[in-house]
C-alpha cells in the first residue's frame, strides 16, 4: 500500500544573514496562506564544541515553538478556540441565537433563556462556564424547581424537554461557530419527553364552529382553512397568492413548508378555496391582516367556547383535526403523510393511535357478558 504524505503546515526554515548566522523563521501555511514567522533565533558557524552544543540548543528551542505553533493551527482547524472566544457572554450569544428563528420559535428561545437566568444568577455567564455539572444542574432545575411564568406552575415535562433542547442547540452553534471544541452536552442523556395527549375536532365540531360567529374573520377563515388543508399556523401566517395555482378543477398550493424548508404540492378542496377569498395581487398576503399569536390565541379560545365546544383548542389543533378526518373517512396513511409534509410516517402513525378504527370495532365487538 502507498504510503500518504501528509503535509506539515509548519516548516522550520533558516535564511542567510549577514556574518555567516543563520536567522530561524517558521513558515505556516494553511487553507491557502502562507505566513512567516521569524523566531529571532540564530545559528552560528560551527567552529567549536561550544558552537555546536549552542546550535544543537537553539535548535531544540525552535522545535519547540514549530510544535506549539503546530498544535495552535491544527487545534483552529478541528475547533479548538483561543481562551478569549471562549469568554464570549453566554447569554448575549443565546440572544443572539433566539432572533435568528421565526417568531413562533423565537419566544420558546426567550423563555429558555429566562429559566436559563433563574438557574444561573450571574449577569455574565462565559460560555467557559457552560461545564457537563452545569448542565446536569440546569436539568435538574428544570425538572424539579422551575414553574412557568404564566401559571406559576411546575413545567410540564415536555417543556422541560423543549428548554433543554434550546440549550444543546446553542451549545451545538457554539462548535459550529467555532467557539467550541465540543458541546458540554454530549454524552449526557436529554430530558425525554412524554407522549401528549393530541388534541382534535371531529367533523361535527368543525361543522359547528363553522356555523358559529368569531369575533375575528381572518382568524375563523384561516383557521377552517387549516381544517381542511391541515397547514400550520406558520405556512397559513406567510401563504401568498402567488402559491396559489388553478389545476383543472382544484387549486393547488405550491409552498415551502416553514418548518422544515421542503417544497409542498397540496390540492385543495372547493370548500378550502372558498375560504380564501377574492384574489388579490400575487405578492399580497392570502390571509392579510392575520393578527399576532396572542390575539388569534384569545380568539379561537372565544369562538370555540361560543360554539359549546368543551376542549381546550390552539391553532395547531386544525392541523391535528384535519389528520384524524382524513383517517376517518378512510384515507391510507401514506396518503396522510404525504398531504401532511411529514418526511417520515412515523410521525403520522401517532393519528393513526388518537383515531384506531380497528381497536373501536374490536371492542364493540365484546359480547354482552352482564
Same mark, same amino acid.
Given at each position: ?114 429559566? @436559563?437566568? &433563574? ?9 467557559? $462556564? %457552560? /461545564? *457537563?455539572?452545569w448542565v446536569r ?37 457554539a462548535v459550529a ?76 398550493? @405550491?409552498? &415551502? ?9 397540496? $390540492? %385543495? /378542496? *372547493? ?100
Amino acid at each position: 500500500m502507498k504510503e500518504l504524505k501528509v503535509k506539515e503546515p509548519v516548516r522550520l526554515r533558516t535564511k542567510e544573514i549577514k556574518g555567516g548566522n543563520k536567522s530561524l523563521y517558521l513558515d505556516k501555511y494553511m487553507d491557502g496562506r502562507r505566513v512567516y514567522e521569524f523566531l529571532k533565533l540564530y545559528l552560528i558557524p560551527e567552529r567549536t564544541k561550544a558552537d555546536k552544543e549552542r546550535n544543537a540548543e537553539t535548535m531544540r528551542l525552535a522545535n519547540a515553538i514549530k510544535s506549539q505553533r503546530t498544535i495552535e493551527m491544527q487545534s483552529e482547524r478541528f475547533g479548538f478556540q483561543s481562551a478569549t472566544k471562549q469568554k464570549i457572554n453566554f447569554l448575549d450569544y443565546f440572544v443572539l441565537l433566539a432572533k435568528r428563528h421565526e417568531r413562533n420559535t423565537a419566544s420558546t428561545w426567550m423563555n429558555a433563556l429566562a429559566h @436559563i437566568r &433563574a438557574y444561573d444568577h450571574r449577569d455574565n455567564i462565559r460560555i467557559c $462556564d %457552560i /461545564t *457537563p455539572d452545569w448542565v446536569r444542574g440546569f436539568q435538574t432545575f428544570l425538572q424539579t424547581e422551575a414553574v412557568s411564568h404564566y401559571t406559576n406552575r411546575p413545567l410540564a415535562t415536555n417543556t422541560q424537554r423543549n428548554y433543554y433542547k434550546k440549550l444543546v442547540c446553542a451549545l451545538n452553534q457554539a462548535v459550529a461557530d467555532g467557539i467550541l471544541m465540543r458541546s458540554p452536552t454530549m454524552n449526557i442523556e436529554g430530558i425525554k419527553g412524554k407522549e401528549s395527549t393530541r388534541q382534535y375536532l371531529t367533523i361535527d365540531e368543525v361543522r359547528r364552529l363553522s356555523q358559529t360567529e368569531c369575533n375575528n374573520e381572518v382568524v375563523k377563515r384561516a383557521f377552517l382553512f387549516s381544517c381542511l388543508t391541515g397547514l400550520r399556523l406558520s405556512d397559513v401566517e406567510k401563504l401568498t397568492w402567488a402559491d396559489v395555482h388553478r389545476q383543472g378543477s382544484f387549486d393547488r398550493i @405550491i409552498f &415551502a413548508q416553514q418548518k422544515t424548508g421542503g417544497q409542498e404540492y397540496l $390540492d %385543495i /378542496t *372547493p370548500q378550502a378555496s372558498q375560504l380564501l377569498g377574492e384574489r388579490m395581487a400575487d405578492d399580497e398576503r392570502v390571509f392579510a391582516g392575520l393578527p399576532g399569536r396572542t390575539v388569534i390565541r384569545r380568539s379561537i379560545f372565544k369562538w370555540v367556547d361560543g360554539a359549546r365546544i368543551n376542549k381546550h383548542i390552539s391553532f395547531h389543533c386544525a392541523r391535528h383535526s384535519f389528520a384524524t378526518m382524513m383517517l376517518d373517512i378512510g384515507t391510507d396513511l401514506y396518503t396522510v403523510s404525504k398531504l401532511l409534509g411529514h418526511r417520515e410516517i412515523q410521525t403520522t402513525q401517532i393519528y393513526a393511535k388518537v383515531l384506531d378504527k380497528n381497536k373501536q370495532a374490536a371492542v364493540a365487538a365484546i359480547p354482552p357478558i352482564i
